[in-house]
């Protein structure tokens, strides 16, 4: 997903249950993942996408 110009994108991760998600102040939201490691990956990838 491309970032769009305006505000700064600040990203979180957040645990449900067994899953953890990244999410960003724009309404962006990454898919529910086991491994918190790869809801921060996501998290950094919608940041600084390449």
Request: hydrophobic share 20%; aromatic share 4%.
């Amino acid at each position: 997903m491309a970032q769009q110009d305006g505000p700064e994108h600040r990203t979180a991760t957040t645990d449900k249950g067994r899953f953890s998600m990244a999410t960003c102040t724009c309404g962006w939201q990454g898919p529910a993942r086991r491994a918190r490691s790869q809801a921060r990956t996501d998290a950094e990838k919608h940041e600084n996408p390449t």
